[in-house]
């Protein structure tokens, strides 16, 4: 299989039932007040970007206005607004924004996933639906091996999923399992034995980049980094 048969399947996946709920139940009658008039999506986040990307990135999962509306990772919320704006400024967006499907946004060298791909309540998913939504994970990371140089966790439990993923991949991790930190790096060797770089950065949440905990030039910075 390929990346795009990979990204259709993921986005009928129904298996985890409070989040389909969800999903949809914010798609049909919780929408935000200033997109009541716009289609939503309502499905799991497929991932978007270069399908012979060498660097993914790994975020935490959809917003439910956000990417649970325009069915684009990052796409629609205050967090991809900074997530693009910094990709675009490293050179791996066409674009600067990235507003819905047909905007014309595209991405160059890298892929974005999630760590679970349905919008959750409080953003906050269980761990029972990280574990589940793990397959995609891995299945996404092990489509990119054979040319991935680096993957770029934001946040801890991008980083966390990760790491158990690319476990289970078969892949040689430190011992003991590597703490999350931004600008964190550790290498990682895949099945087929090259390596590969685990680079964390802060989550572009609002929480962060409003508070200054993560500025636009951490954020480059990290992103610069990952083409040494
Ligand atoms: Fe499927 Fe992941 Fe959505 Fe759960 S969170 S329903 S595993 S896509």
Not at 28 to 55: K, M, N
Not at 85 to 108: C, E, I, K, N, W
């Amino acid at each position: 299989g390929d990346v795009a048969e990979l990204q259709a399947r993921v986005s009928v996946c129904r298996a985890c039932p409070r989040l389909v709920r969800w999903r949809e139940d914010v798609a049909v009658s919780g929408r935000r007040a200033s997109f009541a008039d716009q289609p939503y999506w309502g499905r799991p986040g497929p991932s978007f970007g270069d399908p012979d990307a060498d660097v993914l990135l790994v975020g935490l999962a959809p917003a439910a206005n956000g990417t649970n509306r325009t069915g684009r990772m990052f796409t629609g919320d205050a967090s991809g607004d900074v997530l693009y704006a910094a990709l675009h400024r490293t050179g791996y967006a066409a674009l600067p924004t990235s507003v819905a499907a047909g905007d014309g946004q595209a991405l160059t060298g890298i892929r974005i996933v999630a760590a679970v791909r349905c919008a959750p309540p409080e953003n906050r998913p269980t761990p029972r639906e990280r574990a589940t939504c793990a397959a995609w994970l891995e299945r996404d990371l092990e489509l990119s091996a054979p040319r991935l140089r680096a993957v770029l966790c934001l946040g801890a439990i991008g980083w966390d999923a990760t790491l158990a993923a690319v476990r289970s991949l078969g892949w040689d991790v430190p011992r003991p399992k590597p703490r999350f930190g931004h600008a964190r790096e550790v290498a990682l060797t895949t099945a087929d034995g090259h390596g590969v770089r685990l680079v964390g950065c802060y989550h572009v949440s609002p929480h962060n980049t409003y508070t200054g905990r993560l500025t636009p030039d951490m954020l480059d910075d990290v992103l610069r980094s990952l083409r040494r």
